[in-house]
């Protein structure tokens, strides 16, 4: 018989685990989508939670980037009211504890919460309402803290960026760029890196997932990025000779030796054609290059996932065991945008000791 590949699925679900990329508007319930599109009037594709969560992955898996992005019409489509918010940031919340997440930001853009009259200060309200009323519910065995994303096909990132300055102290602790990569580079919105810069804040750019090299370049050089969104095109600039060696050129090289975080999403990666499959996904050259490589879930419905399905993937595909779930774990940790006392402090606290007590002598 062959040995087993993999590790144990309810040791990776018990194990402490850091999600640092996860979009609210990609991580509903199904039945939560019908119940709210039942209320509000909006039309969807499939009334049935299940076929619904079918038609989501599969209206995803086409390949593009743009494609993948039609298919979040139907889940802000039903995010805009305080009350449905604030559902679905509470059972967003509830959804990763169960998972075993015990630290996670949630990114979500309030300019697309705003069709039913909301002020952009009242989406992020009623969002922080659900996280705190998920956070209560699991016993605050979770911490869940916001980015606010702008949309790269829109305007508005420098106001969302004084939104993001104005709740940095009640649960914000950063901003992003999200959708159409191609087209629209990371400079065109410098105005709010630079004032986020001055304002010494943190921030994360989608770069390097629909679009190449230079989308990396401006996110890290001409905008600053605190971190990377995907950032597996980076590869772009690796030879790997056939010997198996590695020669970095200038940018990867930069990105390595700043330690700056990647954060991959292997399923949501080979959806969209960021990666051809997932056993040729650049995480596994990444990581044995000692990049900062952080795993996580970019769209739990859409990649029909969660941070321990995708984990048990990659021990699957690559033989990753503790050992490398433990490291992937700490670099998610050490890379989070909280002070560095509390990524210290549960580092030493709660992942360290749980790995010790697995790995002990080994
Ligand atoms: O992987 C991605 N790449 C780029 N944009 C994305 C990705 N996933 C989601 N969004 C976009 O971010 C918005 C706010 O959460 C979503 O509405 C979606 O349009
Ligand atoms: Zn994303």
Redesign the pocket.
């Known amino acids: 018989m062959e040995p087993t590949r993999g590790l144990p699925d309810d040791i990776v679900r018990a194990a402490p685990k850091v999600l640092l990329h996860d979009?609210?508007?990609?991580g509903l319930r199904p039945a939560t989508i019908v119940q709210l599109a039942a209320e509000s009037g909006h039309a969807l594709p499939e009334s049935d939670p299940e076929a619904l969560a079918t038609w989501f992955a599969q209206a995803a898996d086409s390949g593009s980037?743009e494609r993948?992005?039609e298919t979040?019409a139907h889940?802000?489509g039903v995010m805009q009211s305080a009350s449905a918010l604030t559902r679905v940031a509470r059972e967003c919340v509830e959804d990763l504890a169960a998972d075993g997440v015990v630290y996670a930001e949630i990114?979500?853009?309030p300019e697309?919460h705003v069709d039913g009259g909301l002020e952009l200060e009242e989406v992020v309200a009623a969002i922080q309402q659900g996280f705190e009323e998920g956070m209560a519910a699991a016993g605050e065995r979770i911490v869940v803290r916001h980015l606010l994303?702008a949309?790269r096909q829109a305007a508005r990132a420098r106001e969302i960026a004084d939104l993001a300055i104005e709740w940095r102290d009640r649960g914000v602790v950063g901003f992003d760029i999200?959708?159409?990569?191609a087209g629209y580079p990371p400079t065109r919105f410098i105005d709010a890196f630079e004032f986020l810069q001055r304002e010494n804040y943190h921030f994360t750019i989608?770069a390097g997932?629909?679009f190449g090299l230079p989308s990396i370049w401006e996110a890290v050089q001409w905008c600053g990025a605190d971190r990377l969104?995907?950032g597996v095109r980076i590869v772009d600039d690796i030879k790997v000779g056939e010997d198996g060696s590695a020669e970095l050129g200038r940018l990867a090289s930069y990105v390595r030796d700043k330690r700056i975080p990647l954060e991959m999403?292997p399923s949501?990666n080979v959806q969209?054609g960021a990666a051809p499959s997932l056993g040729e996904h650049p995480i596994k050259l990444l990581a044995s290059l000692r990049f900062r490589v952080t795993v996580n879930t970019?769209?739990r419905l859409m990649s029909r996932t969660s941070l321990s399905q995708e984990f048990g993937l990659l021990s699957e595909t690559f033989g990753y065991g503790l050992r490398e779930m433990e490291w992937l774990t700490v670099n998610a940790m050490k890379s989070a945008f909280i002070p560095y006392d509390e990524r210290y402090r549960m580092i030493t606290e709660t992942i360290k000791p749980w790995y010790a007590e697995r790995m002990d002598g080994s």
């Open positions: 979009h609210l508007d990609g980037l993948y992005l979040f889940t802000v990114r979500y853009a697309l994303t949309m999200a959708g159409p990569e989608h997932e629909g969104g995907h999403c949501s969209t970019d769209n």
